[in-house]
Nanobody, 116 residues
C-alpha cells in the first residue's frame, strides 16, 4: 500500500538547522510531484516547498525562501527538506505530499519545534 513516512523533526534552537526526510513506497515516486506542507496550531495548512517529478523545478512559500531547500532522490524514493536559520514561527507539524493528476497522498507528519 501507499506509504509516506516523514522523519527528522525535533526540537531545535532559533538559528539552527534540521533536515526532514520523507521515505515513500507503494507508488511510482518518479512520476509524482512532491511537496512539503506545514500546519501550526490554530492555523491552516500551508505550502512550504514543491518539487517537480524529475526535480527540474522548485518553488517555495514566501516565509521560507532563502532558508529552506527541497530536493529529491528518485532512486531512494525520498524527498528532503533542508531547513536553515530556523525561527520560532517555523514551529509546526510538517507533512509531505505526493501528487499526480487527481492522485494525492499524504504522510502522517513530523513535529518541528523551534525554541530556546
Amino acid at each position: 500500500q501507499v506509504q509516506l513516512v516523514e522523519s527528522g523533526g525535533g526540537l531545535v534552537q532559533p538559528g539552527g538547522s534540521l533536515r526532514l526526510s520523507c521515505a515513500t513506497s507503494g507508488f511510482t515516486f518518479s512520476s509524482y510531484a512532491m511537496s512539503w506542507y506545514r500546519q501550526a496550531p490554530g492555523k491552516e495548512r500551508e505550502l512550504v516547498a514543491r518539487i517537480t517529478n524529475i526535480g527540474g523545478s522548485t518553488n517555495y512559500g514566501d516565509s521560507v525562501k532563502g532558508r529552506f531547500t527541497i530536493s529529491r532522490d528518485n532512486a531512494k524514493k525520498t524527498v528532503y527538506l533542508q531547513m536553515n536559520s530556523l525561527k520560532p514561527e517555523d514551529t509546526a507539524v510538517y507533512y509531505c505530499r505526493a501528487v499526480q493528476s487527481n492522485r494525492r497522498y499524504w504522510g502522517q507528519g513530523t513535529q518541528v519545534t523551534v525554541s530556546s
